[in-house]
């Protein structure tokens, strides 16, 4: 285990300090803004209701269940349970915007971002590739903002195709 956490905090350095300039972290910054609070999932999602919502009436309830899932597992029970505690500026970590105070495994941007890519998915196919290349997009400017590890975001992701994929199993 302490291998992989050493393994883990070497990736995040790499990430984290890839070149900062006001253009990358006004884009890392940019692309983890649409990603808080499922934002750009449920834009996303309204635009895809919009065009089809004579087929299908319960054309949201995969998406809140998803969402709503994710988050409450993610900042109610996991991320108290593991405790896991923030990269800083003192171990090195270059933070850009407002730190976060809360604990930082898992991800829940991950979380959201790959539960709804996996829903969203299901409703477009043709769309997927977008969905989780924006998925992981959120997830990689997390580390890069500095206020994740990889091991975050990838147990996130993991979480969240989980989540995705039960929420599609129970919508059928």
Avoid at 87 to 111: C, K, N, R, W, Y
Wanted: overall charge positive.
């Amino acid at each position: 285990m302490e291998r992989l956490l050493i393994l883990d905090q070497q990736i995040f350095f790499i990430i984290n300090h890839l070149p900062h300039t006001e253009l990358t972290n006004a884009l890392a910054l940019a692309i983890s803004g649409i990603g808080t609070a499922g934002l750009i999932w449920f834009l996303i999602t309204a635009i895809l209701f919009s065009k089809e919502e004579h087929k299908d009436h319960w054309f949201f309830l995969p998406f809140l269940f998803a969402g709503g899932t994710s988050w409450a597992l993610v900042e109610l029970i996991l991320k108290p349970l593991v405790a896991r505690v923030r990269p800083t500026e003192l171990m090195g970590a270059i933070i850009v915007g407002p730190a976060s105070q809360d604990f930082s495994m898992p991800s829940g941007h991950a979380t959201i971002a790959f539960a709804m890519a996996v829903v969203l998915s299901r409703k477009e196919p043709k769309w997927k590739w977008m969905f989780f290349t924006l998925a992981v997009l959120i997830s990689l400017s997390r580390i890069y903002l500095g206020v994740h590890y990889p091991l975050d975001v990838v147990a996130g992701g993991v979480i969240g195709w989980l989540i995705g994929n039960v929420v599609n199993r129970l919508t059928r």
